[in-house]
Each structure stands twice: as C-alpha cells, then as structure tokens.
C-alpha cells in the first residue's frame, strides 16, 4: 500500500492517517480545525489553511497540506484568488502567511490590482537571502 494522501494535526504536527482515521478526525474536531491564521484589511482577506489531503502532485518532497491565498472583497473580484502559496509544515504556513500579510497590506497592492496590474513581482519584499 503507498503512502497516505490524509493528515491530521496533532499539536500543530503532520500526521499521515488511513481514511477512517481523517474521517473520524473531521468529523469530530472543533469546525475550525482547518484555519491556522486570517487577517483582514481594507476589503483584503489572506487566509492560511491546513487542507488535510496531500496538494504535493509529484513524487518528490514532504507532503504539502497547508495553503495560503488572498482574496479582495470587491464585486468584480468575488471569489478570485490573487496569489496562493503551500507548505509542508505548521511553521512554514505562519511564516508564510506572514510574510503574504507584509507584502499586501504594506504597501499599494490592492490598488495596484484593481488597476490591472496583474504583474505581483516581489519588488516589495525586500531580500530574503542568507
């Protein structure tokens, strides 16, 4: 049998599982069980999610269960996702969730979309190199 596509979170950590076991897991967990951080600002929201099933579509590297995206709340843009990034572990989602909030509530970024900028360079980040 391959490797489990289903994960729980026990004390913040990955855990593979059988299907039962995640299915017990869902249905008896706290309904907040998938959000790990939501922050709001000015009509955008980035919202960090543990997804429980396995989004890594290849063969190679860590499961990947976590999921960031940013939506604005504007008519025109119900429901569309701006950007959206994953990770394999707890801390990689904090971190990365973080690092999303920096980037588009610091500086132009919803005007700069609603104007049809569709090009979200990293200009704005600054040097993450070590």
Request: with cysteine; glycine share 6%.
């Amino acid at each position: 049998m391959g490797m489990s596509d289903k994960y729980i979170l026990v004390n913040r950590k990955v855990v593979p599982v059988t299907f039962d076991e995640w299915l017990v897991w869902v249905e008896n967990t706290d309904r907040d069980w998938r959000r790990v951080a939501l922050h709001e600002y000015n009509g955008v929201r980035v919202s960090t999610v543990f997804l429980a099933l396995d989004h890594n579509w290849g063969d190679v590297g860590p499961p990947i269960v976590f999921e960031t995206t940013v939506v604005i709340d504007e008519p025109d843009y119900q429901g569309q996702d701006f950007e959206m990034n994953r990770y394999a572990t707890w801390d990689e989602a904090i971190l990365g969730h973080l690092e999303i909030c920096n980037k588009v509530f610091k500086s132009e970024w919803k005007e700069r979309i609603l104007a049809g900028d569709d090009e979200l360079s990293d200009e704005d980040d600054g040097d993450r190199s070590a």
